[in-house]
């Protein structure tokens, strides 16, 4: 499957430029977040990823008000905008304007640029909750797995491994597109977002599970770990107390890499059309619809594409440098 | 025509969207773009070379006994013969009825409940045996056997005085030729015996069910791998699901055929290619025929329209295809006629029309039966200025209905359908106009009919206020096109096309039409089905297809007929050797 | 070693086992918890206007009427020993491995799967090449001139590819190469190799192109980060010291313990890949098994989604398996037990 881009363990701790950046002067005394954040604010390039998503989750959040003033109603027809004939506007680029930034829809003229400001929300919730998931399952079932290792490790990685050959992509298409209409008390869009978080959100938790598994097996040998546990220490507290503190970094590096690859999933769902459903804007949706149009409207491909790649980027360049300065081997 | 007619290609495609709105249509003519549609485009009688075809889905299936889609039962005259078939011949001429097989068109007694074929004399399968009245009989009886054959229309089913027979796999006569609705007195002679007296058999007589099959070579479900041919050509090669090649079957004689006069060597036809690179590979000369004559898409369309050499080899049929929708008086507050009027008032009719297209995709439908069906007459029930919908009256509508502030239900439309959900969309903003909101809701294109839409407890459960839909007529004539939507007692659990049209008055005057002899008379029955249909406000119909067909230069003797509203695939020659 | 390879076949058998009967429960026991009766499952797959009892028979004559385990029972004794199933006139022999036969064209699924396997099959070969040499040749040369502007320019346009959606690129190569310039093939263009190698590779080229540079960007940081990291190591400098040349150095010993991590995600990327390149094969609309089981699912065509699944399946775990020899056979530290 080539949708959802694997986020892999294999480079998880692989980069030394980590390792002598944050040699400063210094270091001693600093908790971690204080070290990352001093390396953060150095590389230049994360923190332009940062800014991005900060600007992206605000124009989820102010869609109404940025459309406004900028847009249409990202469902209202402008019939006037096309000819009637080649179903496309005749304007520039597909009638790019001072009224229609980013041009109009073939056949119904709604605007483009309302249409991706408001797919930001679709995107953005739904990565963001799937990931959510996706790293609670994860965590619990890879601290599990590597903490008690012997038949539960077993059972936890042999099940992980079950999920991992699945044609993932194939099965939620046929989920999704067997789900009734209402369910769990929810209809509509809401039914559909609860449905398509789940889904990814249960398919991409063994790439975190992994990863955590691996880490806490690692921890468990470790003396502190050791020192609790000779002092009477029991399970929980070992595992809440000892051990989760000392995951929160890959957790969190984990989790920045997984929204991208998490955004390009929905996206790739509503490409098939089993995603969100018509009317509402999604990117993924506009970009199915424009298979059709893409050689006598590019505009809108292009649009909602960039707004893809956009988040998509930045997501990736803010994780990267999370993990740079969080990286556990330049403590 | 079928939901299954219509599920054509759709199938392919991502799910999404990689989908044209498919389907075979039924029949017709009309003229479109530069061209005279008319008449015939590049006549010539020269033979020799190959046609190029490709289909962006694939068949049902190319047995004559399980098939329903209209290019197919156009194509399909090419390896068989049926009794009567639609006349090869440009525009009105090609929906008159000629014998086939037969000697002449059936001979009706016992006030058309009996019908007589005599059939030519030495007509021959492709191996050399000749053809004999019980190879047309053992193919009709097992077209009735829909669990092995699911595809195929069910006229026969629905008409023939079975007794309780239901397929030849399971008849205990040792020649399993044991139905008893058809004689076959002599070799040559064969008799249809019926439930009930119907005027139109012919039309039956043309499908391709009755093109014989010999009960030697018949594979069951297997034997659309090598269907045994009676016509100008036979299968060289049959690799399902990617292509096929037609070559000259040596023992079909001209002597015996006066409706065919092939032209080409052969026949390529390619299977599940990309829609869009069809249309591109028209234009560039690599293919001679988008076998599904459903028209481009909606790049090509538009590259088309701005381009007057290429606008010059087209034609915009039109076709015996209607895209409406339908209002489900199961669902409140629909079932007050005074809220269906608000949805017909509210409707913006243009939007429907550009939803298919544009000028170029159809004509805005004021009623049900198209144009080109003979007898079909054009009024409007709920006339707006422009088409764009009469919101004062809509108001008043609502009004009546005691829901004068508007209401909120649901519309529902297949998934893989673009140009439905284009439709959709244009039903929620117009009738947001006079208060009316709507949920949408799509469903697979493959489960509409027998799960979703077309299951009345479902919609009703679900609220499905409106209903999107198309029909195509299985042939011109309005019997085949209105028998499958309108009758209300054709109504099932599940699985219908007539999706919530319930009104016994138009139940009596369909059985009126049935033994009505005189045509005229019947046609004027259609055309007030039509009327009483539109004045229950039970549809809003949206657009008379059209479509717009390219034929590349290199094709010759080019025309579209009335009896298959797309290019006729009997007389095709082409220059390129 | 032999008994490493059996014991991972045998959880290879029961992993296959699992992942079929799954999508045995999505496609019957969830409609069915929905409240669809066998009857209900049944009538997608007669015609139009069947009746109660002809769904019924479809039901039966489908074994829909039957448990699912019975079902299932049936499907995997298929697999092992083939079945009879109904023509109409005759029963026709399935042999194993039967996969089926498609509900709505009744064709056998083998056949179609088999059909269509070497377009998925050149897609993914041309494509891997492509990225492999690609990925790690710019992950070599970045980490030979780390912080350069090669090495930061490689890095961004790295990112940049593996945030591009494929069926964004796909769309936006197709309208500027294919469409606007012309200079390679439009969609849905195939041709077998043994057709026209040149042809085949013509059409392919761009599917080819996109694909890679979306995997190549991992390729690239992965060598980059594992060269810089063995270049670092004591039997680098070792080899060095030895006084040989700068180039046996980085290729002999730097790039081969680099390699090793990048074969393993190669051979999971490359499974995943035969299994179903379905965006791209959508995107570019080639006929290969991706597309396939597309189809099969818009048409609830069971059979065919259950093929598609053994297949995928079967290469994610072959590769898997694969892989982990390979790593024993490269380094010996891996032990299999």
Redesign the interface.
């Known amino acids: 499957?080539?949708?959802p881009?694997?986020v892999?363990g294999?480079?998880v701790q692989?980069?030394?430029?980590a390792v002598t950046v944050g040699m400063g002067r210094d270091i001693e005394g600093r908790s971690l977040g204080q070290i990352a954040w001093r390396r953060l604010r150095r590389d230049k390039v994360a923190l332009g990823g940062g800014i991005v998503i900060v600007l992206l989750i605000l124009v989820a959040i102010f869609a109404p008000a940025i459309v406004a003033v900028f847009g249409h109603d990202p469902?209202?027809?402008h019939?006037d905008q096309?000819d009637?004939?080649?179903?496309?506007s005749p304007g520039f680029f597909g009638g790019i304007s001072p009224k229609y930034l980013f041009g109009v829809e073939?056949?119904?003229g709604r605007d483009i640029f309302s249409r991706v400001v408001y797919g930001a929300r679709i995107s953005l919730l739904i990565a963001f909750f799937a990931t959510l998931l996706a790293v609670l399952v994860g965590t619990v079932l890879g601290v599990v797995a590597g903490y008690f290792g012997g038949w539960v490790d077993t059972l936890i990685s042999r099940i992980m491994?079950?999920f991992?050959?699945?044609?993932i992509?194939?099965?939620a298409?046929?989920?999704v597109?067997?789900i009734?209409?209402?369910a769990f008390g929810l209809q509509?869009d809401a039914l559909r977002i609860v449905l398509i978080v789940a889904i990814i959100g249960l398919s991409s938790w063994p790439y975190i599970g992994r990863i955590i598994r691996g880490q806490t097996l690692s921890l468990r040998e470790r003396e502190f770990v050791d020192a609790a546990r000779s002092l009477g220490a029991r399970t929980p507290r070992i595992l809440f107390s000892e051990l989760l503190p000392n995951l929160v970094a890959p957790i969190l590096v984990y989790s920045t890499l997984l929204i991208?690859t998490n955004i390009?999933f929905e996206?790739?769902l509503s490409?098939?059309?089993?995603g969100i459903?018509?009317?509402t804007a999604s990117w993924?949706g506009m970009?199915?619809?424009?298979?059709?149009?893409?050689?006598?409207a590019?505009n809108f491909?292009?649009f909602p594409?960039l707004a893809?790649?956009v988040t998509?980027?930045a997501f990736?360049?803010f994780g990267?440098g999370l993990r740079d300065a969080l990286d556990p081997r330049s403590r | 025509m079928s939901s299954r007619r219509k599920v054509a290609v759709v199938a392919l495609g991502a799910v999404s969207a990689l989908v044209l709105a498919a389907c075979g249509g039924g029949a017709s003519t009309g003229s479109g773009g530069s061209t005279d549609a008319g008449g015939i485009h590049n006549a010539s009688d020269a033979t020799g070379g190959v046609i190029r075809m490709a289909n962006s889905g694939d068949w049902d299936s190319l047995d004559p006994g399980d098939t329903y889609y209209g290019y197919s039962f156009n194509f399909a005259r090419l390896y068989g013969r049926s009794l009567v078939m639609f006349k090869s011949a440009p525009g009105k001429d090609g929906a008159t009825l000629v014998p086939d097989l037969a000697q002449t068109l059936g001979v009706p007694t016992d006030n058309a409940k009996t019908w007589t074929y005599k059939l030519r004399p030495g007509v021959k399968f492709e191996d050399g045996t000749v053809v004999t009245s019980k190879d047309v009989k053992y193919a009709v009886e097992r077209s009735l056997d829909k669990t092995t054959f699911p595809n195929g229309p069910t006229y026969f089913n629905d008409f023939l005085d079975l007794q309780g027979y239901t397929s030849p796999y399971a008849d205990p006569s040792p020649d399993k030729l044991g139905l008893k609705a058809i004689d076959t007195p002599d070799a040559q002679t064969i008799v249809f015996h019926l439930k009930q007296s119907f005027s139109g058999f012919d039309y039956f007589a043309q499908l391709p069910s009755t093109m014989p099959v010999p009960q030697a070579k018949d594979t069951g479900t297997k034997y659309k791998e090598h269907v045994v041919s009676t016509g100008p050509y036979m299968f060289k090669t049959n690799d399902l699901g990617k292509d096929f090649t037609l070559v000259r079957n040596p023992n079909w004689d001209q002597a015996t055929d006066p409706n065919r006069k092939p032209l080409p060597d052969g026949y390529d036809v390619a299977l599940n290619v990309n829609a869009d690179d069809i249309d591109n590979r028209l234009q560039a000369g690599d293919l001679d025929v988008a076998v599904e004559g459903t028209g481009v898409g909606p790049s090509a369309q538009g590259k088309i329209l701005a381009d007057q050499t290429l606008k010059a080899n087209t034609d915009d049929a039109a076709t015996t295809r209607l895209w409406f929708s339908v209002l489900n008086s199961d669902v409140k507050p629909l079932d007050n006629i005074h809220c269906r009027n608000a949805v017909e008032y509210a409707m913006d009719k243009t939007g429907y029309q550009r939803a298919y297209g544009g000028k170029t995709g159809g004509d805005i439908a004021t009623n049900l039966l198209p144009p080109v069906i003979p007898g079909a007459e054009q009024f409007n029930t709920f006339p707006s200025a422009g088409d764009t919908g009469d919101l004062a009256k809509a108001k008043d509508e609502l009004t009546q209905c005691g829901q004068p502030n508007g209401f909120a239900t649901s519309i529902s439309y297949r998934a893989e359908r673009p140009k439905e959900k284009a439709t959709a969309e244009a039903f929620q903003q117009s009738l947001a106009r006079v208060g009316i909101t709507l949920t949408v809701k799509p469903y697979p294109l493959a489960d509409y009919t027998k799960l979703y839409a077309g299951k009345p407890d479902f919609a009703k459960a679900n609220g499905l206020g409106i209903i999107v839909y198309g029909w195509g007529a299985d042939w011109p004539d309005g019997y085949g096109f209105l028998a499958q939507i309108v009758d209300s007692r054709v109504i099932r659990a599940a699985g219908n096309t007539n999706l919530g049209i319930k009104d016994p008055a138009v139940d009596a005057m369909l059985d009126k039409a049935l033994v009505t002899t005189d045509t005229a008379a019947r046609e004027k029955i259609w055309a007030d089905i039509d009327k009483k249909v539109m004045s229950d406000a039970y549809v809003v119909p949206g657009v008379w297809t059209k479509s717009l067909l390219y034929r590349p230069p290199n094709l010759t003797n080019v025309f579209v007929s009335d009896g298959q509203s797309m290019y006729d695939y009997l007389a095709m020659g082409t220059t390129r050797k | 070693m032999a008994v490493y390879i059996v014991r991972r076949l045998i959880a290879a058998v029961i992993l296959l086992l699992i992942v079929t009967a799954a999508t045995f429960v999505i496609f019957f026991l969830v409609p069915r918890l929905a409240g669809a009766t066998p009857d209900d499952l049944a009538s997608r797959y007669v015609g139009k206007s069947a009746g109660p009892e002809q769904i019924h028979e479809a039901a039966v004559r489908l074994g829909f009427t039957d448990p699912i385990v019975v079902q299932y029972g049936r499907f995997v004794g298929g697999l092992v020993f083939g079945r009879d199933y109904p023509t109409g006139p005759t029963t026709t022999y399935c042999p194993a491995p039967c996969v089926g036969y498609s509900y709505i064209t009744q064709n056998p699924v083998l056949l179609d799967l088999l059909n269509r396997l070497p377009v998925t099959l050149s897609l993914a070969f041309g494509a891997s090449l492509l990225w492999l040499v690609g990925g790690v040749a710019t992950g070599v040369l970045s980490a030979l001139r780390r912080g350069s502007v090669f090495d930061r320019g490689a890095m961004g346009v790295a990112l940049a590819g593996v945030s591009l959606p494929i069926f964004f690129t796909g769309l936006l190569s197709l309208s500027v190469f294919s469409y606007a310039l012309g200079i390679t093939a439009p969609g849905g263009s195939y041709t077998p190799f043994e057709q026209n190698p040149f042809l085949w590779a013509y059409d392919l080229l761009l599917p080819w192109i996109t694909l890679a540079f979306l995997y190549a960007a991992g390729y690239a940081r992965l060598t980059r980060a594992g060269m810089l990291d063995t270049m670092g190591e004591d039997f680098i400098r070792t080899a060095r010291a030895k006084g040989l040349p700068e180039r046996t150095v980085v290729v002999k010993h730097g790039l081969r313990s680099a390699l090793t991590p990048i074969l393993t995600i190669f051979g999971l990327d490359l499974g995943l890949l035969l299994g179903g390149a379905i965006l791209t094969e959508s995107t570019y609309s080639l006929p290969g098994i991706g597309k396939y089981a597309v189809d099969a699912i818009v048409n609830n065509d069971l059979p065919k989604v259950l093929g598609v699944v053994l297949l995928g399946s079967i290469f994610i775990i072959v590769a898997n398996l694969v892989v982990d020899l390979l790593y024993a056979v490269i380094d010996p530290r891996v032990r299999l037990a």
């Open positions: 499957m080539t949708a881009q694997e892999t294999s480079d692989a980069d030394p430029e469902l209202e027809f019939y096309v009637p004939d080649l179903q496309v073939p056949v119904n491994d079950i991992l050959a699945f044609p992509l194939l099965f298409l046929a989920l597109g067997i009734p209409d209402t509509g991208p390009l996206a790739a490409f098939l059309g089993v459903r018509p009317p993924g970009l199915s619809d424009a298979t059709h149009w893409f050689q006598i590019p491909m292009v594409g893809i790649f998509v980027l990736n360049l990267d």
